[in-house]
């Protein structure tokens, strides 16, 4: 009798399994049909982050705490912390190539200091942090391709069940060993910049570039994706929308579609000052996200009290200094140092975390470091588009 049940038991435990993977399959893919249309792209990248992410039981418990403090911090305008980040951004390096005229490293205004994050820092970190983490960026400002130490890293990462996307000028990836290296780390999104098709456009922005090499590069990653029959990176191309090139958009679809890549972004541009906006913005209205009036810069959109960043993803500088986000590109507003004694842990609930949250909360026009950033305004911000 026991041993006859004992088959009907494992049946129905194996029926019931399939059942759930089949509607996890089924939501996974539903999310990515969804979060690949322009209309429903912002609501279900998160989730979709969630969803596509390498699983472990502590990862996803971890998820429900976060995002119903940040939920609930906005409710009661109380910085409420739980749980432990499941998204973290790393600074590969803080040095750069290129000279872009925009960027605080290319422009030589970076007064923190600037070089490459250490291996054993970095493993250090991820130790720490892995057994929360979903999702990984690794970049901030600079070339993440000038650490000699990139794959390694992805590869760190990626033993530690997360996904992880990077960013690059493109300057790196011709060199075929290179481009093997990148394909087997196992890297799931890679973002190349191209602001151009022609050199003289594209040097318009990316001065002390080769657009040669990057297509070339681009070229050399599509074929090794294939002759290694792997899906991943999924590539992206990214064109920043600036006056000089705005009428080279139409083409660069074009480029984009015979390079054979996955998917290209149009981003609108962050300037600084009325003078830079008045040299780079595009002229078309609906590829800018700010409002020039009366000699002064104002983004469009209200700013929301909020900020998903500083509960959900810290990052971390070359140097190992803990910031609120990307647009803190000198250690404006430093919250702790990674590299110290001091753990992960301890910078994410210890006090200049807490305050700043407090600010956020009390009012986020009020913080200069706030005032020209686009979180929450993300629909003005990029247009992604699949190829
Ligand atoms: S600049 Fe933007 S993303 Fe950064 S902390 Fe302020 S509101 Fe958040």
């Known amino acids: 009798m026991g041993r006859r049940q004992a088959p009907v038991r494992d049946r129905r435990r194996s029926e019931l399994t399939n059942f759930f993977r089949t509607g996890y399959r089924a939501a996974q893919g539903a999310f ?55 998204m973290l951004m790393l600074e590969p ?22 070089g490459h994050m250490p291996l054993k820092q970095f493993n250090r970190i991820l130790d720490q942090m892995g057994p929360y983490l979903l999702h990984l960026t690794l970049w901030n400002q600079g070339e993440p391709f000038l650490n000699p130490h ?3 890293m992805i590869r760190y ?30 890297l799931d999104d890679l ?18 570039g080769d657009l040669g090499r990057v297509l070339s590069g681009i070229d050399t990653m599509v074929r090794t994706k294939k002759r290694l029959r792997s899906a991943r990176p999924f590539i992206e191309l990214q064109f920043l929308i600036m006056k000089h090139n705005q009428h080279e958009i139409e083409p660069f679809r074009s480029l984009a579609k015979r390079l054979g890549v996955d998917r290209i972004s149009l981003k609108t541009l962050q300037v600084e000052t009325v003078q830079e906006a008045r040299q780079f913005l595009p002229r078309r209205r609906s590829y800018r996200r700010y409002r020039v009036e009366n000699g002064s810069i104002r983004l469009k959109g209200k700013l929301g009290h909020h900020c998903r960043w500083i509960w959900f993803c810290p990052v971390i500088n070359s140097d190992g200094t803990v910031c609120p986000c990307c647009f803190d590109k000198d250690n404006q507003v430093p919250l702790g140092k990674a590299f110290n004694a001091q753990s992960m842990d301890d910078i994410w609930h210890g006090r200049p975390y807490r305050n700043f949250r407090r600010r956020i909360l009390a009012g986020r026009d009020r913080i200069p470091l706030c005032q020209n950033c686009s979180e929450g305004l993300a629909r003005l911000v990029v247009r992604k588009e699949a190829v």
């Open 150 to 152: 990139l794959i390694e």
């Open 32 to 86: 990515l049909l969804l979060s690949s249309t322009d209309r429903w792209r912002r609501p279900f990248i998160l989730i979709r982050r969630v969803l596509t992410a390498p699983m472990t039981l502590r990862k996803i418990l971890n998820v429900p705490p976060v995002v119903a403090s940040y939920l609930l911090s906005r409710l009661t305008r109380r910085p409420i912390v739980l749980g432990r980040p499941f």
């Open 157 to 186: 990462a990626k033993a530690r069940k997360m996904t992880v996307l990077t960013s690059t000028n493109g300057h790196y990836l011709a060199d075929g060993r290179m481009a093997d290296r990148l394909v087997r780390s196992g």
């Open 191 to 208: 973002i190349i910049s191209l602001d151009g098709i022609s050199p003289r456009t594209y040097r318009g922005y990316r001065k002390g």
């Open 93 to 114: 390096s803080s040095q750069c190539n290129l000279h872009c005229p925009l960027c605080a490293v290319g422009a030589g205004r970076l007064t923190r200091p600037q």
